[in-house]
Structures are given as structure tokens and as C-alpha cells.
Nanobody, 122 residues
Framework: QVQLVESGGGLVPAGGDLRLSCTASGRTLTYDNMGWFRQAPGKEREFVAA????????YYTDSVKGRFTISKANAKNTLYLQMNNLKPEDTAVYFC???????????????WGQGTQVTVSS
């Protein structure tokens, strides 16, 4: 059974930075696609970023391009999301996901974490 645990969320002012981590247990995810999603209050969960295991290609939603960077440390079985120049509209619960992604890498995924809150104050 794969378990994903996110960490690194918090409260930051606009323009600040955070790095989210997602550590997996149960088995290695070296060969699995992985991604980050977020859900703001009153909104549906949306795709943020993904990394494809085959070639390490990365994918981002337009609103975070140039500000967020997804990376994966296979030796640590951990996925990261470096978030720079955060904006109030980035406020959401951030979830990591693993295994799947489909052709567009936006889903569906098999495994999900419980989420970590990111709040950006204006």
C-alpha cells in the first residue's frame, strides 16, 4: 500500500517562497509519474504540476509557469514543489499524487496524499 505524506505548507506573505515535500512509503515510486494538485475554498481541485518518470519531462498549469518548479528525488522517494513569488490566489490545500497521469499528466492518479495548507497573505 502506497502512502503519500505532504509537508512544508504554511502562511507566507505575497511574494514569499515555500517548498512542499511529498514523501512516499510502501514501495519505491522511481518509475511512477507524480504530480501536485491544489484545491482552493469553494473550488474544484486543479492540476498544478507533474513530472513524468520516463524522461523527467515536467508539466505546469499556466498560472504557475515561471514561479513553481517540480522535482523528484528518487533516492529519497520524495517529490518537491518549489513555489516562488507566491500570490494570494495560490492559497489552497496542496495534494501530491502518484502513479498514472494519463497522456496529459493531469490525471487520473492512483495514490493521493492528505494535503498541506498553503496560505498567502496580501
Amino acid at each position: 500500500q502506497v502512502q503519500l505524506v505532504e509537508s512544508g505548507g504554511g502562511l507566507v506573505p505575497a511574494g514569499g517562497d515555500l517548498r512542499l515535500s511529498c514523501t512516499a512509503s510502501g514501495r519505491t515510486l522511481t518509475y511512477d509519474n507524480m504530480g501536485w494538485f491544489r484545491q482552493a475554498p469553494g473550488k474544484e481541485r486543479e492540476f498544478v504540476a507533474a513530472i513524468r518518470s520516463l524522461d523527467s519531462n515536467v508539466y505546469y498549469t499556466d498560472s504557475v509557469k515561471g514561479r513553481f518548479t517540480i522535482s523528484k528525488a528518487n533516492a529519497k522517494n520524495t517529490l518537491y514543489l518549489q513555489m516562488n513569488n507566491l500570490k494570494p490566489e495560490d492559497t489552497a490545500v496542496y495534494f501530491c499524487a502518484a502513479s498514472g497521469g494519463g497522456p496529459s499528466m493531469t490525471g487520473p492518479y492512483t495514490y493521493w496524499g492528505q494535503g498541506t495548507q498553503v496560505t498567502v497573505s496580501s
